[in-house]
């Protein structure tokens, strides 16, 4: 059984989006928790330039997702992200909870494990990771399908 909890002011707007995805995403009889948060940035340390929009930590039983309603430009000036951006991202972050529920990836290595082959990606630049190269089609297909149905 999918369980899943939203957390923010915005939370409501992306609800049907999100149970959409997840529907695209995982398996009917998965067993799988996420809570995903909304808010203006993503909190810690590293986050505090506010150019993330997202991030998502997890295992085999649960993924928690963080969505940044803003960034913030080079000069330090707020902005709010569009809410098909948002829906986007939440896409994004939904593609890395299945990765993680399927064990293609985790959280201590750099390693991406698909149909039985093991891809050690330490020395891989982020945009041709192969989870990232999945999470960023998977973006762009169920935003294209899913946003303008349900918002």
Request: aromatic share 12%.
């Amino acid at each position: 059984m999918m369980r899943i909890w939203t957390t923010g002011d915005s939370a409501v707007k992306y609800q049907a989006f999100i149970d959409s995805c997840v529907n695209a995403l995982f398996e009917k009889d998965a067993t799988y928790d996420i809570e995903i948060n909304l808010s203006e940035f993503i909190d810690g340390e590293e986050f505090i330039n506010g150019t993330h929009s997202g991030l998502c930590t997890g295992d085999k039983r649960i993924s928690t997702i963080e969505i940044a309603t803003h960034g913030m430009y080079e000069c330090g000036e707020e902005y709010a992200h569009q809410s098909f951006e948002i829906a986007g991202t939440i896409a994004h972050e939904l593609t890395h909870a299945r990765q993680f529920h399927k064990g293609q990836i985790n959280m201590t290595d750099m390693v991406w494990k698909n149909n039985g082959k093991f891809v050690n990606c330490v020395d891989v630049d982020y945009d041709d990771q192969p989870w990232e190269v999945e999470a960023y089609a998977y973006e762009a297909i169920l935003t294209d399908i899913f946003w303008g149905i349900v918002k």
